[in-house]
């Protein structure tokens, strides 16, 4: 009999798949980051427990262009500054993505509120533009001109915070208890420019970035830089604490529950 793809693999298959993820290369991203002061009752806001503010009210975009080979892909991310504990890292709010082969590792191994979405950064000699756009919105968008080359930082480690959860079948909560994840991406970079410029944050029902608005622009850059990523859980959540901020992860938190229509089953 041929082989039947949607059976079991073996445990030889297994181990070589993940062989294979251990030994991925360095994949480099061109990037335009953007680091902002907020309304700090925004931020307070936006955090589900046990995530609490830091001392600065800190909002940081990063848009950018991965070049995977045969497979290029448009990335986002918009966060806001959280600790938990004595770690202080960013807890995103959305990361749109252009494929969906991004969104299901990040989603359902660590929790990220990965979204499908348009990603664009764009540059023409100085002039450098990037922008997070879904449902015909640019919600989010980067201009300016560069201006000079940046020291390169040393390899440095970056703190995410995700939450991650399966909402219940019934529609009461959720299935088993939801769980902190603390993520560390290792990052190196080999080019880091500064741009002068302004950040645009345009209204959407969907994506609702702009009640975080920019009280003080602290810096834009663009560079190429390359990570790694490592996550745990560090915490199960209070199930009933979380639950109001469930919609941050959904355009519409009812869909979650829709069936396939009738007679597709």
């Known amino acids: ?10 445990e030889a298959e297994i181990a070589a798949t993940r062989t294979a993820s251990a030994r991925l290369p ?17 931020v307070a806001a936006v955090l589900p427990p046990p995530l609490k503010p830091t001392g600065s009210p800190l909002v940081r975009v990063n848009i950018s262009k991965v070049d ?18 004595e770690v202080e890292g960013w807890y995103p709010l959305v990361m749109p993505m252009t494929h969906e082969r991004a969104l299901t590792g990040g989603r359902e191994v660590f929790g990220e509120p990965k979204k499908l979405g348009e990603v664009t950064v764009e ?13 015909g919105i640019a919600f989010v968008e ?15 480690p970056k703190t995410d915070f995700y939450f991650k959860f399966l909402p ?3 529609g009461s909560g959720f299935d088993g208890d939801p769980v902190l994840v603390r993520c560390v991406r290792h990052e190196k970079v080999r080019r880091l420019e500064r741009v002068t410029g302004d950040v645009v944050l345009r209204e959407s029902g969907y994506d609702p970035v702009a009640d975080l608005p920019v009280l ?15 996550g745990r859980v560090v915490e199960r959540v209070d199930a009933q604490a979380l639950l109001p901020y469930v919609h941050q992860r959904y355009d519409d938190p009812l869909q979650v529950h829709d069936g396939p229509p009738e007679g597709s089953r």
């Open 123 to 135: 540059r023409d000699g100085l002039v450098v533009r990037a922008s997070l756009a879904r449902h």
């Open 168 to 170: 219940a079948v019934d």
């Open 1 to 10: 009999m041929a082989r039947v793809r949607y059976g079991a693999r073996t």
């Open 68 to 85: 995977l080979p045969g497979y290029p892909l448009g990335a986002g991310s918009f966060a806001v500054a959280a600790a938990h504990g």
């Open 142 to 156: 980067v201009r300016g001109a560069v201006n000079g080359e940046l020291p390169l930082p040393e390899p440095s």
């Open 26 to 42: 360095d994949i480099w991203s061109t990037g335009v980051v953007a680091v902002w002061e907020t309304d700090p009752d925004a």
């Open 216 to 230: 003080r622009l602290r810096e834009i850059t663009v560079g190429e830089k390359t990570s790694d990523q490592r």
